[in-house]
């Protein structure tokens, strides 16, 4: 019996884990040098003299963020099977549904990258290991502490979340059925187009979110709460003192970062969808484009 349309191949929640799990480790690894110098940018810290202090917290990072993008990934697949199994007339979701499954997944993420994002930049400025650090955090202020800054973060990691796992793989998907010639050389460019949607779907969530994240991190650089009492407090104090300029510092490194963030997960998960084929004995075509979900 033919099928009046065809069914998209899709990653089951596990694989979808293993994707943030593997993609994770790979972009943190690789660029903890930028995280750095966004931190020494925003705070006005001088910068590191040698390369292991430019790795400094990178374990942590890295190992934190493995599991984070890893919970991040499987609940926007979960969200999105949810919702499928909602439907009864379509087997793939709108661009609107696939957004807001993303943004939903990077807020429940922040529970777990509020406190990380804290660790690591306490670290960095104690040049302590990430025990020491905790020590010194829970007897001055209580272990709870970690978790200043927390609805910042929920806000950054939705709209990061939305980046990389909803606006990068609609404008992929965009690209790759354009029915032109255009359409046709970005097909025929996978690691190009990759790239395009990496560096617009990255731009997009470094650019929204840098505001946040700027006085999130001076709100987790300062725990006594005495220069930096809250988000919003500290977002007009910025402003005030020193205009966009000041609010979106250290935008640089942290786009780029992101931009890079979004070509790795992109490209981990195209490739464990091709293992997926290969697995199943699916050629190329027979199965539905799958977005980036």
Known sequence: MAASKKKELRLSEFEALMVGAIGGTIETSIQMPLITWKICVQEGRAYPTVLREWYRGVLINAGSLSPITAVQCYANQLLQTILLSMGTDHDKLSELQQIACSASAGAVSAFIYGPVDLMVIQQQKYVASLSSTFDIIRSKYGALRVYRGLLSCMVRESIYTMGYLGVAPV?????????????????????????????MGGSFAAVLTHPVDTAKTCMQSD???????????????????????????????????????????????????????????????????????
């Open 171 to 199: 404008i992929q998907g965009r690209l790759l059925s354009m029915q032109s010639s255009s359409g046709d050389w970005f097909r025929q460019n996978p690691i190009t187009t990759s790239i395009a949607s990496a560096i």
């Open 223 to 293: 725990l006594e709460g005495a220069k930096y009492p809250n988000a919003t407090w500290t977002a007009k104090h910025l402003y005030q003192t020193g205009g966009l300029p000041l609010l979106f510092k250290g935008v640089i490194p942290r786009t780029l970062r992101l931009c890079g963030a979004c070509f790795v997960l992109t490209n981990v998960r195209t490739s464990l969808l091709t293992l997926k084929r290969w697995r199943l004995g699916i050629n190329d075509g027979e199965d539905g484009m799958d977005s980036m979900t």
